[in-house]
Nanobody, 129 residues
């Protein structure tokens, strides 16, 4: 129901935009997020966005470089990746979380993979130095 795309090979300092298209149901009222994973490591939180798009959250290592956004009319989530670095190399997954959280606790829940109910299949990003 979630299809991630847009991954590929990019040089360090370059840009890439990932997309996550939903099908079969709408996710316009759910929080969504991006995670990434490298072999042998746990899935890592990258960014999250509330259902309205009004609030966004990032892990420190991507702040000021990545931008998460969504187009609810198209039922699509995006991750704009600028100034990418070799350490951004990973498989990137989009996910949807159908639970509701208060503003105070939102980041706590949204940054945990266990909070998410639906996952895309992943798209691979490789950053060359």
């Amino acid at each position: 129901q979630l299809q991630a795309s847009g991954g590929g090979l990019v040089q360090s300092g370059g840009s890439l935009r990932l997309s996550c298209a939903a099908s079969g149901r709408t996710f316009t009222s759910t929080g969504m997020g991006w995670f990434r994973q490298v072999p042998g490591k746990e899935r890592e939180f990258v960014a999250a966005i509330r259902w309205s798009g009004a609030s966004t959250y990032y892990t420190n290592s991507v702040k000021d470089r990545f931008t998460i956004s969504r187009d609810n009319a198209k039922n699509t989530l995006y991750l704009q990746m600028n100034n990418v670095k070799p350490e951004d190399t990973a498989v990137y997954y989009c996910a949807a979380d159908t639970s509701t959280y208060s503003s105070i606790t939102y980041f706590y829940h949204a940054s945990r993979a266990s909070s998410y109910d639906y996952w895309g299949q992943g798209t691979e990003v490789t950053v060359s130095s």
